[in-house]
């Protein structure tokens, strides 16, 4: 279940529960505020939800501006030019490629392609294509938790390694997506994560003997195996990169093929 909110006129969403109830503890969302989800029939005030009088009889109207941002090409448009489905607000010139993908893959997303990168948002069901090669995925996919922190912050490992990652963890965004991936490209990753793993094991056997021999040689091409397994899980292993996640959750990805993007909306900043 998705929650959104209504915060200086715009609508803020999709939400998961986790970010809802965050937004609710920063105070971004008041007993006033008006929220939303699949679960209610229309927009209620917050205060509402945990009031003991029962639900209302009729949907709620919504009070707060008359313009709203198209959830595919993201231009600022008039209420009554548009159409709210699922909670996403849609203009005429979109509607009919929403509505098609609708069709063909059975959900609403918020999807969009910016220059050669993949924009969603958190949470989003990409399509059923491989995000690596764009061939059917049939079914295939893989949940993604994926991080992100400027790259700035990089430079805080001249200050020691774990003074960056503290900040790191501090500091960095997520976004979860489920990504289509083909029978192939699964096979390949698989074969990657058990190539990654056998080396590690070569390096603690190396570790091992090193310690057993005294041999700083060993010890040394221990870890040049454990710094090869490393890179090589990260380049062979990894689908799709993210490089941007903003406030909301909407992440940019790099990696996916130009025909994968091809037919989605461009993404607009709001």
Same mark, same amino acid.
């Given at each position: 279940?998705?929650?959104?909110?209504?915060?200086?006129?715009?609508?803020?969403?999709?939400?998961?529960?986790?970010?809802? #109830?965050?937004?609710?503890?920063?105070?971004?969302?008041?007993?006033?505020?008006?929220?939303?989800?699949?679960?209610?029939?229309?927009?209620?005030?917050?205060?509402?939800?945990?009031?003991?009088?029962?639900?209302?009889?009729?949907?709620?109207?919504?009070?707060?501006?008359?313009?709203?941002?198209?959830?595919?090409?993201? #231009?600022?448009?008039?209420?009554?030019?548009?159409?709210?489905?699922?909670?996403?607000?849609?203009?005429?010139?979109?509607?009919?490629?929403?509505?098609?993908?609708?069709?063909?893959?059975?959900?609403?997303?918020?999807?969009?392609?910016?220059?050669?990168?993949?924009?969603?948002?958190?949470?989003?069901?990409?399509?059923? #294509?491989?995000?690596?090669?764009? #061939?059917?995925?049939?079914?295939?996919?893989?949940?993604?938790?994926?991080?992100?922190?400027?790259?700035?912050?990089?430079?805080?490992?001249?200050?020691?390694?774990?003074?960056?990652?503290?900040?790191?963890?501090?500091?960095?965004?997520?976004?979860?997506?489920?990504?289509?991936?083909?029978?192939?490209?699964?096979?390949?990753?698989?074969?990657?994560?058990?190539?990654?793993?056998?080396? @590690?094991?070569?390096?603690? @056997?190396?570790?091992?003997?090193?310690?057993?021999?005294?041999?700083?040689?060993?010890?040394?091409?221990?870890?040049?195996?454990?710094?090869?397994?490393?890179?090589?899980?990260?380049?062979?292993?990894?689908?799709?990169?993210?490089?941007?996640?903003?406030?909301?959750?909407?992440?940019?990805?790099?990696?996916?093929?130009?025909?994968?993007?091809?037919?989605?909306?461009?993404?607009?900043?709001?």
């Amino acid at each position: 279940m998705h929650w959104y909110y209504e915060s200086g006129g715009q609508q803020i969403g999709p939400l998961t529960e986790e970010q809802f #109830r965050a937004e609710v503890r920063k105070g971004k969302i008041s007993q006033d505020t008006l929220v939303w989800n699949e679960s209610l029939t229309g927009w209620i005030k917050y205060g509402t939800l945990a009031a003991p009088s029962p639900p209302p009889v009729s949907v709620p109207q919504q009070t707060f501006a008359a313009t709203q941002s198209c959830s595919q090409c993201r #231009r600022n448009l008039q209420q009554q030019e548009m159409i709210q489905y699922g909670g996403l607000w849609v203009c005429a010139a979109c509607k009919p490629a929403f509505f098609q993908r609708l069709k063909e893959e059975g959900r609403v997303s918020a999807l969009w392609r910016d220059g050669k990168f993949l924009v969603a948002a958190c949470d989003t069901v990409l399509p059923d #294509r491989c995000v690596k090669c764009n #061939r059917p995925a049939r079914g295939l996919r893989m949940t993604k938790k994926l991080y992100w922190h400027h790259p700035a912050l990089y430079l805080l490992i001249c200050a020691g390694v774990l003074i960056y990652a503290i900040v790191a963890l501090v500091v960095r965004k997520t976004a979860t997506l489920h990504l289509g991936i083909c029978e192939e490209h699964r096979n390949k990753r698989k074969r990657s994560i058990a190539i990654t793993w056998s080396l @590690v094991a070569i390096t603690i @056997v190396l570790f091992v003997v090193s310690a057993v021999t005294e041999e700083g040689a060993i010890a040394g091409l221990a870890v040049l195996v454990l710094l090869a397994a490393i890179i090589f899980g990260i380049v062979t292993t990894q689908l799709v990169a993210p490089v941007k996640i903003d406030d909301q959750g909407v992440v940019w990805l790099k990696g996916v093929p130009p025909a994968y993007l091809e037919g989605l909306p461009s993404y607009r900043s709001v």
